[in-house]
């Protein structure tokens, strides 16, 4: 399966119990539009740019999301919602699309399609462009295979950046709904380009972790789900498709950090509060001890990125005057244009790995644990 996968014109995949096949949409093709899209949301000049929660361009990418999945034959669900920000009622929308597979079993994949640090310059290039342009991709992969094994649900969800209020409405919605009874697994796409290096996590077995985001939507440790599995096939997917030079990787332990573990500062937290296993797709580079110590935030090793930058030590030359951290995403440098020039064609191939790992993922059962 891997290469010769690309260029096949139709595959059967035999799995357990039954076959399926896929016209072959895999996946360069896909993996290309994903870079075109990237283009489309992340540029500054002829793209959408910034796009702060609730704002109108955050609108404009809504309906930039609509279009592009309308115009390949899905429905899209919108899902309006108004969440308190510094004492205003502001308002945001989800866009949710279903493929149905031979399994009601749903895996949901979640980006967040919002930016923020405009203040500074970013564009949201990384975080979280490179996402959304891969989901859209993703989807649209989807749609174009004949079968899947299991349903998939695509959700772009707005305004993640000032609280995760697109995943928590949805999640809260959902549950009520009973809309999150057959699903087993989610995937959180968040800032998936730019870093070092593209990791791909399990929620944390420290439940504390979680506990304000499980509160805020009414949940508790009861139902907090903190299985590695779905990162486990992820990891596995990535290095069928990808190979071992380029594959996901699992960041090391770091105080209040066990390796493959992450905190809740992304969507994937409350779907974890929910029960449903996780993983969590982020790029970055835990190795670095920066502002806070190991804690990842540190996404790149790049001098431009740093004042002064001590590689042996791997932290910045003097901690006490160091602005900048290595840090992409909510700064100047979270944009095409600087990014490509630090990193020549690093954010486009990641961006098409993504596509086409978790598609691998997606048509493949043997990623999953059999219940
Ligand atoms: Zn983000």
Same mark, same amino acid.
């Given at each position: 399966m891997k290469k010769t996968l690309l260029c096949s014109a139709l595959f059967t995949l035999s799995v357990s119990g039954y076959s399926f096949a896929t016209d072959a949409p895999t996946t360069t093709n896909y993996s290309d539009k994903a870079v075109k899209y990237? *283009?489309?949301? =992340?540029d500054g000049s002829d793209g959408i740019? $910034?796009?702060? +929660?609730?704002?109108a361009k955050e609108i404009e990418t809504g309906e930039w999301i609509k279009n592009k999945l309308t115009q390949v034959g899905y429905d899209v669900i919108?899902?309006?919602?108004?969440?308190?920000?510094?004492?205003?009622?502001?308002?945001?929308?989800?866009y949710i699309v279903e493929k149905a597979g031979l399994s009601t079993d749903t895996i949901v994949l979640v980006a967040h399609y919002d930016s923020t640090g405009d203040d500074h310059g970013?564009?949201?290039?990384?975080?979280?462009? *490179?996402?959304? =342009?891969?989901?859209?991709?993703?989807?649209? $992969?989807?749609? +174009?295979?004949?079968?899947?094994?299991?349903?998939?649900?695509?959700?772009f969800v707005g305004a993640e950046e000032n609280g995760l209020n697109g995943s928590k409405h949805y999640v809260t919605e959902a549950l009520k709904k009973g809309q999150l009874d057959n699903v087993i697994a989610m995937i959180n796409y968040d800032t998936v380009g730019g870093g070092d290096i593209?990791?791909?996590?399990?929620?944390?077995?420290?439940?504390?972790?979680?506990?304000?985001?499980c509160e805020a939507i009414g949940l508790s440790d009861k139902t907090y789900n903190k299985e590695t599995w779905v990162r486990d096939g992820m990891l596995a997917a990535s290095i069928d498709r990808i190979g071992e030079e380029q594959k996901y990787v699992v960041h090391p332990g770091f105080p209040g950090y066990p390796a493959g573990e992450t905190g809740s500062w992304s969507d994937h937290a409350p779907f974890a509060c929910a029960g449903i296993p996780i993983a969590y797709v982020e790029s970055?580079?835990?190795?670095?001890?920066?502002?806070?110590?190991?804690?990842?935030?540190?996404?790149?090793?790049?001098?431009?990125?740093?004042?002064?930058?001590?590689?042996?030590?791997?932290?910045?030359?003097?901690?006490?005057?160091?602005?900048?951290w290595g840090k992409i995403w909510h700064?100047?440098?979270?944009?095409?244009?600087?990014l490509e020039q630090a990193f020549p064609g690093r954010v486009n191939k990641q961006t098409k790995n993504n596509v086409e790992v978790v598609v691998e993922y997606l048509t493949n059962n043997k990623y999953f644990k059999q219940s």
């Open positions: 990237l *283009a489309q949301i =992340a740019g $910034a796009r702060p +929660a609730s704002s919108t899902q309006p919602f108004s969440y308190e920000k510094s004492g205003k009622t502001k308002t945001s929308n989800n970013s564009l949201g290039a990384t975080d979280n462009g *490179a996402g959304l =342009a891969a989901a859209t991709a993703i989807a649209e $992969a989807l749609h +174009a295979a004949q079968e899947i094994p299991y349903t998939v649900r695509v959700l593209v990791y791909v996590h399990a929620a944390h077995s420290d439940y504390k972790q979680y506990q304000k985001t970055t580079n835990f190795n670095i001890n920066g502002e806070e110590g190991y804690d990842g935030y540190s996404q790149t090793e790049n001098p431009l990125m740093w004042d002064c930058y001590d590689a042996e030590n791997k932290t910045a030359c003097d901690r006490k005057t160091e602005t900048k700064t100047e440098f979270d944009r095409l244009d600087k």
